[in-house]
């Protein structure tokens, strides 16, 4: 066991590992707008991304190789090597240039997220002390949410129309060597303005704009194609709208506001994603130059976030070399070499002990995934077409709401899990989740302060909540032999599960509507807040060796 100094040090390197996956999920869902118009992903591009990334099959994949590994050659062994894999998947996707090495890019990054959470949670429980394992927990998973905020705040800035968009944009026009579109000036043609009633069938504006409603929340709309005396320059056309009658100068600070890059060729696009029954204005701008250029330097940006992960993974790499093997580790491989044991899944699921645990944790976790991964992805995409928001303002109350979790994750559950009754912490901290969805579903997603009430209690309830409580179980209730490839398996069952239910959320809302999926989202909380409470297990401030004697008996 590492000395107190000893365990924080250790804790805070090997959280580094936290800051990364997280990161990474944000990262993707970050640009994927951006990526989407580069390479003009389909939506079956889009959804197969999800499902191998960091977030869902990826990480369920490399959970379950690397907590095997991790109980066979260490945990640091596993941990620290596999900063280079992660180094070479966020390296590959940000030198993407096609859909194929987006693709491996996010594979790699997900299967590395995935290696890394079950050795990493075991090394920082099975090095703190007994009285301050939940403290270190508690590190990790701050770790874990200023991650997001971090990237969140990254991608504020440095997104097209964020404060360090032009200076971006310019250090890619020098980074790149490519040319920075701008609009073709000639004539009444450029830009197309029109505004689109949702209510209305079918529109004409000045002989150059259709507007022809496809469904409540989407719109088609074809254009004459631009024969000004620049039309050789032409290099697309650059789609915006916004929400009818906002104030605002600029569009993109506006209410509801999109943007899409379409090719010279095109002269039509469906908008889809739309407030409901929302009337909007559209303004269709003809670009000159190289329209791919234009789309790479608005997504040079988010490579640049990318590459901040690159340098951060590097820096783990070197400070995680460093650290000792886990001791109870190297004990117990010593003990299994004299009795020629070794770990397996068969011997894992052979005790009904550790059955009991794997329900247990599973049930909770994967329940709370199927809340949390899908606001994960899909919140932002939430606020904009139920909530009328728009994507900067999203993107907002998403930063307020990762920074308040870094918040409470260390002056609530790191502070707290050593020293209060953990059955109590656990139902405090669920309740606000439970809260914070009943306000946004009842009292409504259009009303700002239900909005702001939502971001606080989600906030309050992910610091203390469940993910905090399952990272530090799920390194307790089971024996050193397996305890980090029963940690791969759970994450296994878990990331693949919500894999699924993302399709199935998204489906629901988009037919039922948000009430619906709100209604379905408090149901998962009132589910998780019951069973965490009744099953919280009695391990605070019990040494990892006392735990394992009291539920398998002395070896």
Avoid at 111 to 117: L, N, P, R, Y
Avoid at 397 to 406: D, E, I, N, R
Wanted: proline residues 2%; contains cysteine.
């Amino acid at each position: 066991m590492e000395t107190q100094k000893g365990s924080i040090k250790s804790t805070l390197t090997v959280s580094l590992t936290n800051y990364l996956d997280a990161g990474s999920i944000v990262a993707g869902a970050s640009g994927l707008a951006l990526w989407q118009s580069y390479l003009g992903l389909t939506a079956t591009n889009i959804a197969l991304l999800n499902a191998i990334s960091a977030n869902c099959f990826g990480a369920a994949l490399g959970a379950i190789i690397g907590g095997r590994l991790a109980d066979k050659y260490g945990r640091k062994a596993i941990y620290s090597r596999n900063m280079l894999i992660y180094m070479l998947g966020v390296g590959i996707i940000m030198c993407s240039v096609n859909f194929p090495m987006l693709l491996l890019g996010f594979l790699v990054t997900g299967i590395s997220v995935g290696i890394g959470v079950p050795p990493s949670w075991t090394y920082i429980s099975e090095t703190s002390e007994a009285n301050n394992r939940g403290r270190n927990i508690g590190i990790s998973q701050l770790a874990w949410s200023v991650g997001p905020a971090v990237i969140f705040l990254f991608g504020w800035l440095v997104a097209p129309t964020g404060p360090l968009g032009k200076e971006v944009r310019s250090l890619g026009t020098w980074v790149l060597q490519t040319k920075d579109s701008v609009a073709l000036t000639d004539g009444a043609y450029t830009p197309i303005t029109a505004h689109a009633s949702a209510t209305a069938e079918a529109q004409n504006w000045n002989d150059s704009l259709t507007v022809e409603k496809i469904a409540d929340t989407s719109i088609k709309i074809q254009w004459n194609t631009y024969t000004g005396e620049h039309a050789n320059d032409l290099g697309g056309y650059f789609v915006e709208w916004k929400q009818w009658r906002d104030p605002k100068d600029n569009w993109s600070d506006a209410d509801g506001y999109g943007s899409v890059w379409l090719g010279a060729d095109s002269n039509g696009h469906e908008i889809a994603g739309l407030a409901k029954n929302m009337d909007y204005d559209i303004r269709i701008t003809a670009m000159d130059g190289d329209g791919a250029g234009n789309r790479s330097l608005n997504l040079f940006g988010n490579r640049l976030i990318f590459f901040t992960l690159f340098l951060v993974a590097f820096v783990a790499w070197l400070l995680q070399r460093r650290l000792h093997e886990s001791a109870e580790w190297v004990e117990q491989k010593t003990l299994d070499a004299v009795k020629q044991q070794r770990s397996s899944y068969k011997e894992l699921l052979s005790h009904f002990v550790n059955i009991k645990a794997v329900v247990f944790l599973v049930t909770m976790y994967i329940l709370w995934n199927f809340v949390a991964g899908a606001m994960g992805f899909f919140m932002p995409y939430v606020y904009e077409t139920a909530g009328g928001l728009s994507n900067e303002t999203a993107n907002f109350l998403q930063m307020a709401m990762w920074g308040l979790t870094a918040f409470f994750s260390y002056f609530g559950f790191a502070m707290l899990a050593d020293k209060v009754n953990q059955r109590f912490l656990y139902a405090f901290g669920t309740f606000f989740g439970v809260a914070a969805w009943m306000v946004l579903t009842y009292v409504g997603i259009t009303s700002p302060a239900a909005l702001w009430a939502f971001v606080i209690l989600w906030g309050l309830h992910a610091g203390f909540g469940v993910q905090a409580f399952y990272a530090l179980w799920a390194s307790e209730l089971f024996h050193a032999r397996y305890r980090a490839a029963a940690q791969g398996l759970m994450f296994f069952l878990v990331r693949g599960g919500a894999a699924i239910w993302s399709f199935v959320f998204i489906f629901i809302y988009d037919k039922a509507g948000f009430y619906t999926a709100g209604n379905i989202m408090v149901f998962l909380m009132i589910a998780i807040l019951i069973v965490g409470t009744i099953w919280t297990p009695n391990t605070r401030c019990k040494t990892l060796k006392q735990i394992s004697e009291e539920r398998y008996g002395k070896e």
